[in-house]
């Protein structure tokens, strides 16, 4: 699965739910990767390893009941603190950043954390090497998180960038699993900022396109809108159609099907024109049992397809 | 004031009381200092800051109630759990860390953590260089914070040295606080693993002998005990007296004037046959009034000797 945070995060706890221990792998986005008080932070990669452990904060990012003491000392201490960062979340950083600075790749500090809270699901960045967004706005080219965060959105996007994408090398555990996959599904995340930086990085797509396994992704947006964050207010402004038939037109030549919501299901034709084949699921995941039950229906519709 | 944690942080915060802003400067020991979770840990200099601030815990080191959600955490991911380090108190290391990195000296980033806290006594490392307290003991050596805290002091002590003490050079704010004093204060910390890893430093003891002020020495050993810490212990295995005349002998020809408590006022003749001009106080700081009224009568004290 290529998947960004909290979207992409439900599902693959869906998948990892269904599918035997270890059998899956989730490659997360780490273009929204920030540098805070000296540590690395991996918002996306963190939020796919708190929901896979059972740990994540209601909202999907963070650690669920965390304190905020050492957050309120950083802020006294002249740090910034617009990107909540509770005590638990601090010491998968400190940890990181630690083995980071020792040597170790993102991939094998990822391994590591996962290791450390029992997550069997591989969890791989998509690149060890620095991608980050940049996001063009009235006020400026802004990094990620101060779009996201620190401005809350606010800015009407007019261009989106990878810095570094070109030089970056995709993660070996990354092309291993896409090409030893049975299934590669792309998460309900947002296509522009989670998976098309995912996707543009050097081998990466074509790693997905030249694959022996069907490619199926999961719209973000149902009935014109996403479900939590900027995708749809991106969609628009950047020139595309607000609705699961634009983000599909975005995975045109590299999805083999499509997954949207029964709220959509009048979007299915013009999808299926794209030459996609087309699920009509409920897509809604309100519940550990829905993300359960969508991996279920996007595996038996991808074996059917495959005749198995 | 010359000083280790606990003790001397007492002191310290009762002079901060007595002189004026600003006046007072303690040139902390740097050779407990630790590498944790690829943080620098400097717990001398945290005891003096959080105790000039206000917010020390109860036994005189961390933050006072402090939380303990990221330790858990850490140790969840591999990392030691030995030293104890709350949240409030990681921050302080999270900050001190990224500023080292920066290029900052240990001297730049004391005087920041001390300004962010409202501190305006200057809290200075004796040294911005590494000097780390090796003790030997049965076990083999032992670094200082493995002796004292994850062995719990147990092991017999059969010699202490200071790596890099020889390279070492003392922090320009300690020399030209050393340089301009009215009066320079030996606090009643450990005499070996405190004060002599500070005078031991490069310029340090001649700084002190040369200076134009008084230097006066407060011993920590009261009636045949350290009143915390392993300073008696130590002193007897490294075949020391353990008494307030032991202390003073391993100042002689450094201090003028030596601080006893009431209980060992026999010890007063012997000690000043060392050369010392010999001061018999309550030394034993159980309240915040306790610790101005003891600065109070050092200054008296040294004041009529300089006759002021």
Known sequence: MLAGGTGGAKLAHGFQHVVGAGELTVIANVADDLELFGLHVSPDLDSVLYTLAGIVGESGWGVRGDTWTALEMLGRLGEPTWFRI????????????RLLREGSTLTDVSRALAGSLGVTTQVVPATDDPVRTVVSTDAGELDFQTYFVARAQRDEVRGVRFAGIEQARPSPAAIAAIAEADLIVIAPSNPIVSVAPILGIRGMREGVQGA????????????????????????????????????????????????LDEQDAELAPAIAALGMAVDVLPTVMSTEEDRAELARRIISAADAMLGR
Chains 1, 2 share one sequence.
């Open 212 to 259: 022996a396994a069907a490619c199926v992704a999961v719209s973000p947006i149902i009935g014109g809108h996403a479900l939590k964050g900027p995708a749809d207010r991106m969609l628009a402004s950047l020139g595309h159609e607000v609705s699961a038939l634009g983000v599909a037109r975005l995975y045109a030549g590299i999805v083999d099907r499509f997954v």
């Open 86 to 97: 509770g005590d638990a979340d601090l010491a998968t950083h400190v940890r990181r950043s």
